[in-house]
């Protein structure tokens, strides 16, 4: 098969020696002025981004051109009463909720609630007399009304009045719930989450690191880059919120990923500056070597998370829109600092990058002359993972099949899938709003969340209104139709009750026939169920289109990369399979219910729409991360010395530690933020960090160097157009300036000695 090397001088080299020579002359020339600036830019970032959580949202799982966002936005503006946000629960203990005296109470703060400014469309079990808006045992009562406008607006009026309202008032003791007052307190659980996520996974991160590199100079220079791009992905957010409306669930990605993608850069980007100290490189030369090899891949792989992560900018929902915002800021920050700030420090740490050597009193004992990056020589810390890789090889049809059918085994559980709508029991049980919501679940008739609301527009006579309501009332699934409610003008109301779950398929399937039902007036159906309808499917009609955006931005971006055209195809179908374990298990505990107790959430039995498309792109993008650091080892080797399974054992033993210990260090900060008391937030963060687990340590170590060594060196074919294409345009890692040292005799002598020696 045809070898795919690098052009000769005028090609695609020639433009990667200019522009990597321009760049690593503008990062060491000034490294003093390049890290005052650095430092001035994050003060002012800091400045910039505060107070950004106060302008994010907790919603936005609507589809914002659905019809039941219009009939909402509709009822809302027309019949504020029909759409109440906040709920007063009354309780009034043993008296009752209709003893005189109660009920004089109640009807005074209803007046006092009505009066208040940004507040419409008050109502109360005492004034309709509404046995819905009484408790089962007659203790409790509601108060319900809406505060217009945006959600920031509206949260700032709650905040105003929750004071005033929320304790007892003579008889009476009040509560706050609704969707507004869940929103808001999830709001502020997810702030004080993520400040307690950051305080246990820096400590922990710090510890890692030091242990990883030895040297407590080199483990801080990665913990530095996580804080520049996080505090300028702040400062990025808080602009965005100035034009639209943006996730607060986007700040625990800006630290996970913050944290999580500088630590790899900067392992990857340390690491190689310690192997070209130690092989005699003085402190500009091997800077330069650094960026214009492990450089280029940090760049690379930074384009290719940010594609996964954009690519949740085709959907039409708020939230996933503002986990494309956070995620694709903080890659860019977190590469930028990587390869500015990183080499200049670098330049002025020169070999004390080795100092403060905390891991000297381990090493005792050990053979002095141990190369400084762990990784060099027969007896580097990297031949375990070269032994590893070539028994995998070996057997490579073994471990192929195996790993294969394990991971879909783990993936298993996904087929039974159901989706759902967030609510109140995202929070934890012990939430004051939550505590509110299960009262009015658990204790007063039917689903005070589960009616279906339809709006009906233009000129109808009663018996119109009456004839509709009966035919509606008489679909399988409802239990109740109620209206209209009219307020002239050709607008009305009807609240339909359905069988069962609020938002099960037998509600969902009524939302379908609700809108497919005649009518003499224009028809717009809205409630939880329709909402899910509708979420569903913007996202099964985007999805594609995302889907599309991922897969052929890696298939491109790979093949650059490689030059290959297997390559692309296997990492795109790898990195798929390597998600399997983590679908699989957040079926089983989050939707099933296994290990809630010890997690500590409740289990609704559905997940929330669009957390499988927010989990495949984080993950994907992560997975795709790894996926580059080994193949631009591998293929750099493999440009080197023409052995493809030389090749292969090489790229392993070079990054197979650096791969597996950032997988363990972003898995901390994962499950750091999985300790958040908000069901998503932790159903994101533990399902990703297993996903970064699987991928480093099963199909990276394990699925990759068995299917290469399966595909030979078919691995590297292209067609000739395509090859010519590459030698033009592609990236290597190969280093530009010196093509290294001749092919290592030795070390691909090794590896044939290591491959025939784990023979029967």
Not at 143 to 161: M, N, S, T, W, Y
Not at 352 to 363: E, K, M, P, S, T
């Amino acid at each position: 098969m045809a070898e795919v090397k690098k052009s000769a001088p005028g090609g695609g080299a020639t433009a990667q020696r200019a522009g990597s020579g321009g760049w690593t002359r503008f990062v060491t020339a000034r490294p003093r002025l390049t890290l005052l600036v650095a430092l001035v830019l994050t003060a002012l970032a800091v400045l910039a981004g505060g107070g950004v959580a106060d302008r994010m949202g907790s919603g936005g799982w609507e589809d914002p051109a659905a019809e039941s966002t219009y009939a909402t936005e509709a009822l809302a503006r027309q019949f504020p009463g029909s759409q109440p946000n906040l709920i007063l629960l009354v309780d009034a203990g043993a008296a009752g909720a209709d003893a005189p005296a109660v009920a004089a109470q109640a009807r005074k703060l209803a007046e006092r609630l009505d009066a208040e400014p940004g507040v419409d469309g008050v109502g109360s079990y005492w004034s309709t007399g509404s046995p819905a808006l009484r408790s089962e045992d007659g203790r409790k009562a509601v108060i319900a009304a809406r505060i217009a406008g945006e959600e920031k607006d509206a949260a700032a009026v709650l905040d105003r009045i929750a004071p005033e309202y929320r304790g007892t008032h003579g008889p009476v003791e009040v509560s706050l719930g609704g969707g507004l007052a869940v929103r808001h307190e999830m709001q502020t659980v997810i702030q004080e989450d993520l400040l307690r996520a950051e305080l246990i996974a820096l400590p922990l991160t710090l510890v890692l690191l030091v242990m990883v590199f030895g040297s407590a100079v080199a483990a801080l220079l990665p913990l530095g880059v996580g804080i520049v791009a996080i505090l300028g992905t702040n400062a990025v957010l808080r602009g965005i919120t100035e034009f639209t409306d943006v996730s607060v669930f986007a700040q625990n990605l800006t630290t996970a990923l913050g944290l999580g993608l500088a630590i790899d850069y900067a392992l990857f980007v340390v690491r190689r500056y310690r192997e070209e100290l130690a092989t005699g490189a003085d402190t500009y030369t091997a800077v330069r070597t650094t960026l214009r090899t492990a450089g280029r891949t940090v760049l690379f792989s930074a384009l290719t998370v940010a594609v996964s992560l954009a690519a949740m900018l085709v959907f039409p929902q708020y939230f996933l829109r503002s986990f494309a915002y956070a995620g694709i800021a903080v890659v860019l920050l977190a590469a930028t600092a990587a390869l500015t700030l990183l080499p200049a420090a670098l330049v002025l740490l020169g070999d004390r990058v080795n100092a403060l050597d905390l891991r000297r009193l381990l090493r005792r004992g050990r053979a002095s002359g141990r190369k400084a990056d762990g990784g060099e020589g027969a007896g580097g810390e990297g031949a375990g993972w070269g032994r590893a890789t070539a028994l995998v090889m070996r057997r490579a049809p073994v471990f192929a099949v195996l790993t294969t059918a394990g991971l879909v085994l783990l993936g298993l559980p996904f087929l039974g899938v159901r989706f759902g709508t967030a609510d109140d029991r995202q929070l934890p049980a012990t939430a004051s709003s939550r505590v509110v919501q299960d009262q009015l679940r658990d204790g007063f008739p039917g689903d005070p969340g589960g009616g279906i609301t339809v709006l009906a527009e233009g000129a109808a006579t009663p018996a119109q209104y009456a004839d509709y309501r009966e035919r509606i009332a008489g679909l399988d699934g409802v239990a109740r139709a109620d209206g209209p409610v009219t307020a002239g003008g050709g607008r009305a109301y009807f609240t339909v009750v359905p069988d069962g779950e609020a938002v099960g398929p037998d509600a969902q399937r009524t939302v379908t026939e609700l809108r497919a039902e005649p009518a003499p007036f224009d028809t717009s159906v809205t409630g939880q169920a329709a909402v899910l309808v509708d979420s569903k499917d913007a996202l099964a009609e985007r999805l594609p289109w995302a889907a599309a955006i991922i897969v052929l931005v890696t298939l491109l971006l790979v093949f650059l990369l490689t030059g290959s055209v297997l390559i692309p195809v296997q990492a795109v179908v790898l990195n798929a399979l390597s998600l399997t374990a983590m679908f699989g298990a957040v079926v089983w505990v989050f939707q099933d219910g296994h290990l809630a107790g010890f997690l500590g959430f409740t289990p609704t039995g559905d997940i929330e729409t669009t957390l499988p498309v927010l989990m495949f792109c984080v993950a994907f993008g992560l997975s795709m991360d790894y996926g580059v650091f080994l193949l631009s080892r591998v293929k750099e080797e493999y440009d080197r010395t023409g052995e493809h399974e030389h090749s292969v054992r090489f790229g392993l033993r070079h990054t197979g530690g650096l791969i597996t210990a950032a997988a363990v260090i972003l898995a901390v900060v994962m499950v750091a933020i999985g300790t958040s008391r908000v069901t998503n937030t932790k159903m994101l963060g533990l399902g990703v960090a297993l996903a970064v687990l699987m991928d480093a340590m099963v199909v990276r170590s394990l699925l990759v160097p068995a299917v290469m060594k399966l595909t030979g060196r078919l691995t590297w074919w292209a067609p000739g157009p395509l090859r010519r294409f590459h030698d033009r345009f592609g990236i290597s890692e190969s280093d530009a300036y010196n093509p290294g040292p001749t092919p290592d005799v030795e070390e691909v002598s090794e590896t044939r000695r290591e491959m025939t020696s784990l023979r029967p």
